[in-house]
Each structure stands twice: as structure tokens, then as C-alpha cells.
């Protein structure tokens, strides 16, 4: 399914979806979920409890409560935090819709989260340097700050798949993982590759965004964890 363009009232590019009912509605609504479940506001926190889950350092030498601060402080940074800014853009009126269905409406959230993500990033450094967190959750949270520097950037050119970009997270991260633990990682990285082909293929089902846009993110995200790697 291709996607038209044409230009509206104020010259700027508007997109048509030809026809979402090609697809068997069960696979838009299956797609749909998909988009939900592995939303770019959840992926971060997914990732943040497979680290504490497969790390026996942080298991063993950190209380319950410590972990679940942690996990708290992803939750309130990376899903809490951007959702209510979004909510509170659309309710001054700063973007047109929650769904940020045009490029335009992506700038203000971009700068914003960035703001949020650099937090993250800098909290993790100091409380690596004190031995609280491993050098994965480092990787993690500059990958993300990264990852949105890309998103913003690709948005001068195009609607980049935002869903996109965390799937690419998603996979690259859980590769740095096989690599850097002890333990056996396979399931873990094949489980990864799998969903971040759901989520992709469901983006393209579901929204109305390009295959162009779609790999651009997925390689947003990939760069930005291989960056990441290599600079923490």
C-alpha cells in the first residue's frame, strides 16, 4: 500500500492513504495492538527490567526497593513525563493532535523529550561512576538521547516512524546485552529481531507512514545504540 501525496491549503504536504480496508480488518486490529503494546513510551521501561532481570549484579547487591525505584524513575521519564507533555501541548493548543500525524506537530515533543531523555542519560553517568547501575543502563539512556536527536533531524525531511526507531533500539540493545552478559542471550535476541519486524510491519499496516520512513527509523535506532556503545 503506497501512500499519495498531494499539497493542501497551506502548501504543505498532506498525505492520503489510498485504502487501509485492503487489509483484512482482524490485521489492522492485530497491527493496532501491536502499535499499543511496543508504543516508543513503553519500549525504554521494557528494556530498563530485562537489564535488572538479567543482571545478577544489580539483583544481588540491590534491595527490592532500590530496584524498583529504578524501574519507577524510567516509568515517570520515559512514559509518564512525554505523555503528559503531549497532553498538555494539544490542551494549549501547541500541536493539532495527540497522534503528531504531521511533521510539524513532532518539533515541540522532539525538543521536549529531548530535555527529558539528557536528564536520564546524565543521572545514569553519576550513578554508574558510584557503581548503583551497570554500563548497560548508561547505554540505554544515551542511546535513547541519541535516537531522538536523529528523530528530530530526519523530521526536517520526513515523517520518520517514531514506533520505528524504538523497535531499532529495541533489537540493537538486546544484541549489546547477548554480547556483554554471561548467560545465553539467543532466545532473547531472536525474540527481539521478531518483534521489532512486528512492530514495523504493523506501522505500515496502521498508520500511514512510508517503507522509506519505516527503515529510516529502524536505522535511527540502530545507529544510535551502535554510537552509544562505542562512546560509554
Known amino acids: 500500500m503506497q501512500p499519495e501525496f498531494d499539497v493542501d491549503e497551506k502548501n504543505d504536504f498532506a498525505r492520503i492513504q489510498l485504502s487501509k480496508t485492503s487489509y483484512p480488518a482482524a490485521l489492522r486490529i492485530a497491527a493496532r495492538i501491536v502499535s499499543y503494546i511496543f508504543h516508543p513510551l513503553f519500549i525504554p521501561v521494557y528494556l530498563a527490567w530485562l537489564v535488572l532481570r538479567s543482571s545478577p ?11 524498583f ?3 519507577l524513575m524510567f516509568g515517570i521519564m520515559y512514559t509518564m513525563f512525554p505523555l503528559l507533555s503531549v497532553l498538555l501541548m494539544k490542551a494549549l493548543g501547541f500541536i493539532s493532535s495527540i497522534h503528531m500525524k504531521t511533521r ?22 553519576n ?5 548503583e547501575v551497570t554500563r548497560e543502563y548508561v547505554i540505554l539512556s544515551l ?10 533531524m530526519a523530521n526536517i525531511n520526513m515523517k520518520v516512524s517514531m514506533h520505528a526507531i524504538a523497535a531499532g ?20 535476541i531472536s525474540v527481539a529481531i521478531l518483534l521489532a519486524g ?6 505500515l499496516i496502521d498508520s500511514d507512514h512510508t ?17 552509544a556503545f562505542q562512546v560509554s
Open 169 to 188: 533500539v529495541m533489537m540493537a540493545f538486546v544484541m549489546v546485552l547477548g554480547f556483554s552478559q554471561g548467560i545465553s542471550f539467543g532466545v532473547y
Open 211 to 227: 517503507t522509506r520512513e519505516i527503515y529510516w527509523g529502524l536505522f535511527i535506532g540502530i545507529g544510535s545504540i551502535v554510537l
Open 69 to 71: 525505584t529504578l524501574m
Open 143 to 152: 542511546a535513547i538521547f541519541l535516537a531522538s536527536i536523529g528523530g528530530m
Open 198 to 203: 512486528m512492530v514495523c510491519t504493523a506501522r
Open 127 to 131: 550513578r554508574a561512576a558510584r557503581g
Open 57 to 67: 549484579y544489580l539483583l544481588d547487591a540491590f534491595s527490592e526497593w532500590q530496584r
Open 104 to 125: 510539524k506537530d513532532r518539533i515541540i515533543p522532539y525538543v521536549v523529550c529531548m530535555i527529558y531523555y539528557w536528564w536520564v542519560w546524565y543521572v545514569m553517568i
